[in-house]
């Protein structure tokens, strides 16, 4: 296995180039005249000291709006290639665009794709060991296809489905299906008598996190994750990574 990293400089700002050279000559008109409109009471040196001011602060707040970071990509080359299938958030910041109005969400699913990992977006995958069949499936964030109508399987046949919210465990109508979930983080906060309070789900508690089975043959298991949403804390709802361990 080769592994090889890349950086380069980026930045963006709302319009590009021409966004911000517009935004700065506009700018720097506005302070150089306003130097006119100073009280010609002070000194010199005072009025100068004011226009330095006022220039430094407006660069601080270009170069805040430009963002300028480097990036780094990360290839990585194997003799062989193994089917993997990955579940993406699409949520927050992970749609916003940069200067070449991609956003993270379309640079992440290209990484994995050329380095030959398959993203599963309301797609499925079959393994078959010894002539028996499993099928994974993932559903996307933003419009996921509950009917899994692109899962081609007997109904006796073991289902796996990957999704992001665990409300959509009421949407799903299928038997021999084991969902895994996430969103919820947990509620980050569980508190003694009053549970999880802080649930994003209009559901509240109900699918809030761990084993769910209200339907027989149909369970949802809800992970806490390894981060925060919001706000960076948690309290008795530790951060998890599941390893699920599949049996005959």
């Known amino acids: ?14 319009g590009g180039v021409t966004g911000l050279v517009l935004a700065a000559a506009l700018g720097i ?10 009280r010609t009471s002070l000194s010199p040196f005072r009025r100068m000291l004011f226009l330095i001011l006022r ?14 970071r480097m990036e780094t ?34 640079d992440a699913i290209r990484f994995l794709e050329e380095n030959g990992i398959r993203v599963l977006e309301n797609k499925a995958v079959t393994f078959e060991r010894d002539g028996k069949r499993l ?17 081609k399987r007997m109904p006796e046949e073991p289902l796996i489905v990957m999704m992001h919210y665990p409300d959509n465990y009421l949407k799903i109508v299928s038997d021999s299906i084991l969902l895994v979930a996430g969103h919820t983080h947990g509620g980050q906060v569980k508190l003694p008598l009053l549970g999880r309070p802080g649930i994003p789900s209009r559901h509240g508690q109900r699918f809030a996190y761990g084993l769910i089975e ?11 994750g390894i981060g925060t949403s919001m706000l960076r804390v948690r309290f008795s709802c530790p951060p998890e990574v599941v390893v699920l361990t599949l049996a005959k």
């Open 214 to 224: 209200e339907v027989p043959g149909k369970k949802m298991i809800v992970t806490s």
């Open 29 to 38: 008109t506005l302070i150089v005249l306003s130097y006119a409109f100073t």
């Open 135 to 151: 099928h994974l499936a993932g559903l996307a964030e933003s419009r996921p296809q509950t009917h899994l109508r692109f899962v």
């Open 73 to 106: 990509r990360r290839s990585v080359s194997q003799t062989h290639s193994r089917k993997i299938a990955v579940l993406l958030d699409e949520s927050g910041s992970m749609q916003k665009q940069n200067y070449w109005k991609r956003s993270r969400l379309q």
């Open 1 to 14: 296995m080769n592994d090889t990293i890349l950086s380069r400089f980026t930045w963006d700002f709302p």
């Open 55 to 68: 220039l430094t602060a407006f660069a601080a707040l270009l170069y805040c709006l430009c963002n300028p």
